[in-house]
């Protein structure tokens, strides 16, 4: 069995990078999941603040996404 994926480009660009880097994206999220978990599994990950969290969660996310070749930026 086999699936096609069909773009009209280079009006479905976005969809297209997207599509192309799914397994990335799909990492990701696992990566930050098992961050997520161990932070929490071991008392957190001294975040002082509400904000410093959300800070300290972006930037690991950052590097996550930065390891996987892929960025936010790719979705416009």
Known sequence: MKAILEFNLPDD??????A???MD???SVKALDDVLRNWQK????GFG???GAIDGI???LYGILEDHNI???MIE
């Open 13 to 18: 660009r976005c969809e297209h990078v997207i």
């Open 25 to 27: 994206w799909a990492l």
């Open 20 to 22: 192309v880097h799914a």
């Open 42 to 45: 071991h008392g957190g990950h």
């Open 49 to 51: 603040t509400a904000n």
């Open 71 to 73: 960025s936010l930026d």
């Open 58 to 60: 972006r930037n690991e």
